[in-house]
């Protein structure tokens, strides 16, 4: 494979992962009203680690790596929460 195919390859891998995971993960808020506030918690905390790794790492990571990253978590979100106030705790 050349370099270009390589990367492809890797594209089209990943954008079926994030489909699968966008659809399961919108499947169970659905089913499950109580899984809302943990599947937004996880997003939450994706953004978190990402903050503390780019603190971490400092100047040797480019922004525009962090800030692309930061984006897709966003766009994970908005793909799999069509209700914000899906993320509130549900009452007992």
Do not use: K, N
Not at 37 to 43: D, F, K, Q, S
């Amino acid at each position: 494979m050349t370099e270009d195919a390589d990367i492809a390859a890797i594209h089209a891998e990943t954008l079926a992962v994030q489909a699968v995971l966008i659809a399961v993960l919108r499947r169970l808020a659905a089913e499950r009203d109580d899984l809302g506030p943990i599947i937004c918690g996880a997003l939450d905390d994706a953004e978190r680690v990402m903050d503390a790794v780019t603190l971490r790492l400092g100047d040797s990571v480019p922004i525009s790596s962090t800030v692309g990253v930061l984006r897709v978590i966003e766009q994970l979100r908005s793909a799999i929460i069509a209700d914000e106030s899906a993320c509130a705790p549900q009452a007992d």
